[in-house]
């Protein structure tokens, strides 16, 4: 369903998700597929892609999908073509595919760093670098996928920090050096989100759950379509004049910090 967008918002608009064969970042890409676009899913499991594309054509969707490791820029680049060759340019391309595990600095090897760095920060990059010939100029939107661990610290969570800061900075340079070609570029912050993999790690049982719940002052954990709600409106008209936006959605978590919160541990 449409919710509360007009349901033909997004009717002839491609839309590129990448890692949007689960969680967020497919709850992205099914409403925009509700809204008219036609939706290329990437991610590396291709039966995970697959499972999303008939999820979507099932509902009434347009979609294609491809298999492609974000750390590869040159998978990126033929994912990339292969949508631009099935759809025509991208008016929205969506950085979301992210790595994440609970560990301390001490308790993490460099490549343990270096593997969540790759995912999340170089493969926005591959993913947006690869994407610029591919849009449609001016008009196109770019949405990152970023997290609050970039200007909340947390203990176990160095690594995603530091990768998701990146993100951001990379969000704002190319709101900058691509604003004269008319491509808006933003960065979504997700809160805590109820029934994703990535919560699932950080609050690995009940007592953690409500702790993280008391840390926020909604008091409660958000969802998927509270964010995909969002992605929808930074690609639209009605924010045709925001670009290099880092647009927090959590309730109001990051207004207060981490608490304190020991992720993944009781």
């Not at 294609?64 to 073509?81: C, T």
């Not at 969570?157 to 604003?179: F, P």
């Not at 109820?194 to 719940?213: H, I, P, V, Y």
């Amino acid at each position: 369903m449409a919710g509360i967008y007009q349901e033909a918002l997004f009717e002839d608009k491609v839309a590129f998700v990448a890692g949007g064969s689960s969680g967020i970042n497919l709850r992205i890409a099914e409403r925009f597929a509700e809204l008219g676009a036609r939706v290329a899913i990437v991610s590396r499991s291709l039966e995970k892609v697959q499972a999303a594309v008939d999820g979507i054509v099932s509902a009434g969707g347009t979609a294609f999908g491809q298999s492609a490791d974000v750390r590869d820029p040159e998978a990126v680049g033929s994912a990339l073509a292969a949508t631009a060759a099935e759809f025509g340019e991208i008016d929205i391309l969506v950085s979301g595919a992210a790595g994440n595990f609970v560990a301390r600095a001490l308790d993490m090897s460099p490549n343990a760093f270096k593997t969540v760095v790759d995912i999340d920060l170089l493969g926005t990059f591959n993913v947006l670098r690869a994407g610029f010939e591919h849009l449609r100029r001016p008009g196109a939107s770019v949405i990152n996928i970023s997290a609050g661990q970039a200007f909340v610290p947390m203990i176990g969570q160095s690594h995603v920090g530091s990768a998701k800061a990146g993100v951001d900075m990379l969000t704002k340079n190319l709101a900058v050096e691509w604003g004269p070609a008319g491509v808006r570029v933003n960065s979504i912050v997700p809160g805590p989100i109820e029934d994703t993999e990535g919560m699932a790690r950080l609050a690995s049982n009940e007592k953690l759950k409500q702790a993280f719940e008391r840390a926020i002052p909604l008091q409660r954990y958000g969802s998927k379509d509270e964010i995909a709600d969002l992605a929808v409106f930074l690609s639209s008209a009605a924010a045709s004049y925001i670009t290099g936006a880092i647009v927090v959605c959590d309730g109001g978590q990051t207004l207060i910090g981490s608490g304190g919160i020991k992720v993944g541990q009781e």
